[in-house]
């Protein structure tokens, strides 16, 4: 897997700006009430739940948030019902975007998120339309600080990781989705903690934009989203070259 590397990145810094300031924690707490209740609040049952505890962990979620989501998800605690939907769009310059959409109130959510594309002159697809060119997959990355290269190739290979790739200054890692807690779970044991580690949808074709205009716009479109208190996560197939990341990254 090659080419989706460079908007990877730009996601994951984001990711971690988010985390700084609360929003990744309330978004990945959604998930994990979703999750206990979809398949209990047991992680050593529900693998589902110890992913997700382990993207908690990698933006450094403190354990009783962690703890407090489970319970409301499994109904110890009072908490909100969540209902996941995913919307499909496309962009300028034809870039697809996927949207992930936990809400506890739908028109509300599809309301704000046709609002937030019109604006940027984006368009909602029919369901399949955008997701039929992505694929799950486990998506970590490790700070190249952490580990050098050929250690971590092997530790990541050896649990069932299917390629590891430098980027930037870390090393993306992608698993089939039955292989990401291995993998996760390996590098903890290694005492290698991740920056990010999520199952995320993955372009298997990318759209080359060159122009900075439409680059920049499409960026502000995903930021908006990324916003969003109802929206989890958004995956795009944008590849940008070098030269435009950087001048985009000059510009901001």
């Given at each position: 897997?090659?080419?989706?590397?460079?908007?990877?990145?730009?996601?994951?810094?984001?990711?971690?700006?988010d985390?700084?300031?609360?929003?990744?924690?309330?978004?990945?707490?959604?998930?994990?009430m979703?999750?206990?209740?979809?398949?209990?609040?047991?992680?050593?049952?529900?693998?589902?739940?110890?992913?997700?505890i382990?993207?908690?962990?990698?933006?450094?979620?403190?354990?009783?948030?962690?703890?407090?989501?489970?319970?409301?998800?499994?109904?110890?605690?009072?908490?909100?019902?969540?209902?996941?939907?995913?919307?499909?769009?496309?962009?300028?310059?034809?870039?697809?975007?996927v949207?992930?959409?936990?809400?506890?109130?739908?028109?509300?959510?599809?309301?704000?998120?046709?609002?937030?594309?019109?604006?940027?002159?984006?368009?909602?697809?029919?369901?399949?339309?955008?997701?039929?060119?992505?694929?799950?997959?486990?998506?970590?990355?490790?700070?190249?600080?952490?580990?050098?290269?050929?250690?971590?190739?092997?530790?990541?290979?050896?649990?069932?990781?299917?390629?590891?790739?430098?980027?930037?200054?870390?090393?993306?890692?992608?698993?089939?989705?039955?292989?990401?807690?291995?993998?996760?779970?390996?590098?903890?044991?290694?005492?290698?903690?991740?920056?990010?580690?999520?199952?995320?949808?993955?372009?298997?074709?990318?759209?080359?934009?060159?122009?900075?205009?439409?680059?920049?716009?499409?960026?502000k479109?995903?930021?908006?989203?990324?916003?969003?208190?109802?929206?989890?996560?958004?995956?795009?197939?944008?590849?940008?070259?070098?030269?435009?990341?950087?001048?985009?990254?000059?510009?901001?």
């Open positions: 897997m090659s080419g989706h590397s460079k908007w990877a990145t730009i996601k994951h810094k984001k990711g971690a700006a985390a700084k300031r609360g929003k990744a924690f309330s978004k990945i707490a959604k998930e994990l979703v999750e206990a209740k979809r398949g209990g609040s047991n992680p050593d049952m529900n693998a589902g739940l110890r992913a997700l382990q993207k908690a962990k990698s933006v450094n979620m403190p354990g009783d948030n962690i703890d407090r989501a489970i319970k409301k998800g499994a109904g110890e605690l009072e908490g909100a019902t969540f209902e996941e939907i995913v919307y499909e769009g496309y962009a300028g310059g034809g870039v697809g975007i949207i992930k959409v936990l809400t506890d109130n739908r028109n509300r959510a599809a309301a704000e998120i046709r609002h937030i594309l019109t604006k940027h002159g984006a368009s909602l697809a029919g369901q399949g339309a955008v997701t039929r060119g992505f694929e799950r997959k486990g998506q970590i990355y490790v700070g190249a600080d952490k580990a050098k290269e050929e250690s971590l190739m092997e530790i990541v290979l050896e649990a069932g990781a299917e390629d590891m790739q430098p980027d930037d200054d870390s090393f993306e890692i992608l698993t089939d989705p039955a292989s990401f807690l291995a993998v996760t779970e390996a590098l903890d044991k290694a005492g290698i903690k991740p920056d990010s580690a999520e199952i995320a949808m993955i372009p298997t074709l990318q759209v080359p934009v060159t122009d900075k205009g439409t680059a920049s716009s499409v960026m479109l995903i930021g908006e989203l990324e916003d969003n208190d109802d929206v989890q996560d958004v995956f795009t197939n944008m590849d940008l070259s070098d030269e435009i990341l950087k001048q985009i990254e000059n510009a901001g």
